[in-house]
């Protein structure tokens, strides 16, 4: 599929290609996997449920393991828990979790607050040691598990869904009765680094790959969404049935619905008693579910949202590879929008741009996300960043935005993060930002940018074939932000070391500025400086009076390489590498001065160069 791409008056194509180039092999790569039986009883009438585990761990480690930990989300809303603490102390506090000068988890009552807590746990029938410490739970094994073994583990827990403050919870501002997620006691990563216990403080996420076997019990008057596929369509209806057969609900007042979800690392669901369901089978594609509450009021958007998720989910299955599910729920719920597993939760009660947009952003998660799991807590610009600039280039196709540059925005909001001072590394933990403004900006729109800056360096084929390649390489893994740049390295021929460490790094800032423009004899010599401590390669493009125009192309000594000439219709000369450690490069065009009318850095504008003045020279009146 062809990207229509413009920006400063030049057209660029985004297109995606094949590479033959064998796929890189991480001989001493492992990692863990679970399985999940899990049998739930939910009371609709009071919000607390029960359920038992039956976990299989599969250590794939080189080490043996004497203990594993549980993430108990819930236990996060409830007064005096980090998240609650944190909401209170950060300067500038999330709207919806903070209202009136005043944290909403501080206000709740035993009633409302969320819990989850293991009642029994056993490890392969011996009983073992537990400690909860607020979401974490610390569990002491009775016999270690060996590298390359397996070990059962079987819990009964109990919880209450607190009222809906962030991603879960009852009963939302829309006034949708469950949004389940984060819901269940769910095993902690071990990897490379060792254990992953974060607390859940208010970030994102980092899951075990497995499969899950779901059981959900409630009142029978409940529609589910879920991850997964529903094993019982013929039990439930509503519109999980075959056309034209018959339905055979049990008798009594609940509904049991059975879910499968292979090869995940996370399940959600959602319920509600006025969800309609609607779904459309996509030629050559996933079913695709729709649950969104029975108002008039939304019935319009939804159903015209419908045909909009079958073409984006079209747009990213050719510009980053096949969405490997059979089918993808868009659930009414949540606090804003939030990604699952084959599923997403939104808000629904939006103006119609605003909901295919975060039904793209959602759905593009699953890619980003939900295939390639990277660990959202350490590296959130690889998640939300990726995210964003396909989104970007989606919502710009199937909404027919005709944007010259759809990045627009995303580079003036991280202009606007360095002139405030505020900036952090991309390095830091996601809990770690002092403001979620900084955070936000960071790994959405600075994660962008790392994007659609590595097309200006690599060329924008190259950026559509790394995606294309990084996607079949690191598919239900658990990809590091050296793998994106090692695939990058690999598709286009250019080092990339220097860029992965002052963009993701540091906060060092890009500044190339045209120094001087000046006659030299019958030529013209033209002097570029760099000014910010960040290298780059440099385009220039050089405009005559008689309206001809030819460019420059200074490439990074560091890079090792070039990019192909992203103007094919205008001629490019290949001017020497420019080291980093000089500041100024200078080089001579053999026209002379009267006939220069501008002189510009970059006119792609995909360079994030945070000073645009210094860029253009034109002679004075």
Known sequence: MNIPFKSAGFAFILFTLF???????????????????????????????????????????????RRVYFHMYFNAFQPGSEMDIRLQNIPDPDGRMFVDGKSRIAGLKPDEIGYLRASSLTQDGEKVSFNMEGTVLEV??????????????????????????????????????L??????????????????????????????????????????????????????????????????SKVKKPAGKTLTWHFKAPMVHDFMWAADPEYIHDSLKMENGPTLHFFYKNKPELLENWKNLQPKTAEAM???????????????????????????????????????????????????????QHVLATNELKHPWMDEGFTQFISSLCMNEVMNQQQENPFESTYNSYFSLVQSGKEQPQTTHADR????????????????IFLSQLGYIIGQDKLMETLRRYFDDFKFKHPVPNDIKRTAENVSGIDLDWYLIDWTETTNTIDYGIKEVQAEDAKTKITLERIGLMPMPVDILVVYADGTRETFYSP??????????????????VLPDWPWAYPTLEYVIDKPLSSVQAVVIDPSQLMADINLENNIWQPSE
């Open 19 to 65: 590479t033959g180039i064998h796929a890189q092999t991480n001989y001493s790569y492992w990692q863990q996997h679970v399985d999940y039986k899990m049998e739930v009883f939910l009371n609709v009438e009071n919000y607390q449920y029960t359920g038992t585990q039956n976990l299989v761990y599969t250590n794939n480690s080189p080490d043996d393991l």
């Open 140 to 177: 002491v094994l009775a016999k270690p598990i060996p590298s390359g073994g397996k070990s059962t583990f079987n819990m009964k827990f109990e919880g209450q869904v607190p009222i809906q403050i962030r991603r879960s919870g009852r009963n939302n501002s829309e006034g949708v009765a």
């Open 179 to 244: 949004s389940m997620s984060q819901w269940y006691p769910k095993l902690a990563e071990y990897d490379f680094e060792g254990w992953h216990t974060d607390p859940y403080i208010g970030r994102e996420f980092h899951g075990v790959w497995g499969d899950f076997d779901v059981k959900l019990t409630l009142d029978k008057k409940y529609v589910v969404g879920a991850s997964g596929y529903l094993q019982n369509p013929q039990e439930i209806g509503h519109g999980y049935e075959s056309p034209g």
């Open 314 to 368: 079209t747009f990213f299955n050719e510009n980053i590879g096949t969405y490997p599910y059979e089918q993808y729920s868009v659930i009414q719920g949540g606090d804003g929008g939030m990604e699952y597993a084959m599923s997403t939760l939104i808000t629904g009660d939006r103006k119609f741009e605003s909901l295919v947009g975060v039904m793209i952003h959602e759905l593009a998660h699953s890619w980003f």
């Open 433 to 448: 930002y002092n403001l979620n403004a900084a955070y936000g900006i960071s790994a959405y729109n600075k994660g962008s």
């Open 556 to 573: 990074l000594r560091m890079m090792r390489g070039q990019k192909d000439n992203p103007y094919p219709n205008i001629e490019r000369t």
